[in-house]
């Protein structure tokens, strides 16, 4: 789904994906900013690995 994402953007992307040879600073920023938030997404977002303890979330309908 991202490929097709990236082909419709734009006729520079639609050649790059066709042929690899082809690349812009455009197209190698797209990559590099995509490397980067697939490595920092753990690093981003700390709260998704946090662990509470029973005791100390509300039960029920408490909000």
């Known amino acids: 789904m991202k490929r ?3 082909e419709w953007k734009c006729g520079m992307e639609i ?3 066709e042929d690899p040879e082809f690349e812009t600073f ?3 920023n797209i990559l590099l900013n995509e490397g980067i938030r697939a490595w920092m997404a753990t690093q981003d977002q ?3 690995n946090l662990i509470f303890p029973k005791g100390v979330l ?3 309908n408490a909000l």
């Open 58 to 60: 509300p039960c029920g």
């Open 26 to 28: 455009y197209t190698k």
């Open 46 to 48: 700390p709260h998704e």
């Open 4 to 6: 097709i994402e990236f």
């Open 15 to 17: 050649r790059a994906v």
